[in-house]
């Protein structure tokens, strides 16, 4: 789809992987929330933040959109938070 171009860099380090999914949209930034069990989207950051050690939302520097990443642990019971 035009105006859709999308990225995903992934980036292991000891213990951890960091997910980068960057697109060129950036006019509204997403927000974790809870789909309704009819609606077909909503549930991706609501999943990251399940998984993940820590997540955010950033412009994208020298070009449109945003970065959604993700630092995941890869080790059972690494995860903290919440």
Not at 22 to 27: A, I, K, L, N
Not at 49 to 74: D, Q
Request: charged share 30%; with cysteine; aromatic share 2%.
């Amino acid at each position: 789809m035009p105006g859709r171009d999308a990225e995903l860099r992934l980036s292991a380090e000891p213990g951890r992987v960091r997910v980068d999914v960057s697109d060129t949209r950036g006019e509204r930034l997403p927000v974790a929330r809870d789909a309704g069990g009819e609606e077909d989207g909503g549930r991706g950051l609501v999943l990251i933040a399940a998984l993940a050690k820590e997540w955010g939302v950033t412009s994208r520097a020298g070009a449109p959109g945003k970065t959604v990443w993700a630092v995941v642990p890869t080790e059972c019971g690494a995860r903290t938070g919440p």
